[in-house]
């Protein structure tokens, strides 16, 4: 499934109608559209964030004075850049 309901399917049916139906107006339609997917993005962006928060409070919490690591977030190619940054200092 996609996660949009019904109502939002009929919506989404009815602007890419609309556009094909009335070329003169397609730019106008066209900007609706955009506003319509940076909204979505925007809604399942907090899902997701939503989501990471409900993980990270789940987590155990780390030991007092214990730093986080700054690697944690890094991707691995991240880290080997750090890494050899290091090396030069």
């Known amino acids: 499934m996609n996660g949009l309901t019904d109502d939002e399917l009929r919506?989404?049916?009815?602007?890419?109608?609309?556009?094909?139906?009335?070329?003169n107006h397609q730019q106008r339609m066209l900007t609706q559209v955009e506003r319509k997917l940076l909204t979505l993005d925007l809604g399942e962006r907090l899902r997701v964030a939503k989501i990471r928060a409900a993980e990270v409070s789940r987590e155990p919490p780390k030991a007092e004075g214990e730093m986080p690591s700054l690697d944690d977030g890094l991707t691995e190619k991240q880290r080997d850049i750090r890494e050899k940054l290091k090396r030069l200092k």
């Open 11 to 23: 919506e989404w049916d009815a602007l890419l109608g609309e556009i094909q139906r009335n070329p």
